[in-house]
């Protein structure tokens, strides 16, 4: 069975930075696209990062030159470094996965960026 | 990027009717391998998205049958053929063929 699951959340300062981690099991992280996605609150979905099989990665406008996705093969842990983090950036982020075998999120983790 | 429009944005249903939402991208989503990147996804009150339908009609294992993805091009439908009250929630289409991949805004389902 395929899991994902996000850790790494809470209540950050403006400027402040955390890195936020999804640990799988059930398939490896290597083998597939994995992004980041987050849901700021009462809001809708939106893609903020990729990392593709090969290492590729891309960023969101709203997050590039802050955020950095990294994934650890030997974990089988992706990861999501966030650095100046402003107000805006306060959301649930999710990581998720899919192919023609299924779609798979993890439960989310929470990042609230407030003074 | 890519935009989504999702219509409408509330929908009020009566368990055991049917249901639709429409999904209309600002491009084509036919990519150039010949596939088209369009999935819906399902977030219930309090849960994490979970994907129900891949590259437009394909439900994914575990996806009641009531549930029925459909479209080409620029214009695609989720329908649902008899609502039940476990499918009360948001509901979310994505294009996955142009870089970046975006969503729709959501259409919120409730029971009227």
């Known amino acids: 069975e395929v899991q994902l699951v996000e850790s790494g959340g809470g209540l950050i300062q403006p400027g402040g930075s955390l890195r936020l981690s999804c640990a799988a099991s059930g398939f490896t992280v290597s083998s597939n696209y994995m992004n980041w996605v987050r849901q700021a609150p009462g809001k809708g979905l939106e893609w903020v990062s990729v990392?593709?099989?090969?290492?590729?990665?891309y960023y969101a406008d709203s997050v590039k030159g802050r955020f950095t996705i990294s994934r650890d093969n030997s974990k089988n842990t992706l990861y999501l470094q966030l650095n100046s983090l402003r107000a805006e950036d306060t959301a649930m982020y999710y990581c998720?996965?899919?192919?023609?075998?299924?779609?798979?999120w993890g439960q989310g983790t929470l990042v609230t960026v407030s003074s | 990027d890519v935009v989504m429009t999702q219509s409408p944005l509330s929908l009020p249903v009566t368990l055991g009717q049917p249901a639709s939402i429409s999904c209309r991208s600002s491009q084509s989503l036919v990519h150039s391998d010949g596939n088209t990147y369009l999935n819906w996804f399902q977030q219930r009150p309090g849960q994490s998205p979970r994907r129900l339908i891949y590259k437009v009609s394909n439900r994914d294992s575990g996806v009641p049958d009531r549930f029925s993805g459909s479209g080409s091009g620029t214009d695609f439908t989720l329908k649902i053929s008899r609502v039940e009250a476990e499918d009360i929630g948001v509901y979310y289409c994505m294009q996955g063929t142009h870089w970046p991949q975006t969503f729709g805004q959501g259409t919120k389902v409730e029971i009227k």
């Open positions: 990392i593709y099989s090969g290492g590729s990665t």
């Open positions: 998720a996965t899919g192919s023609d075998s299924g779609g798979y």
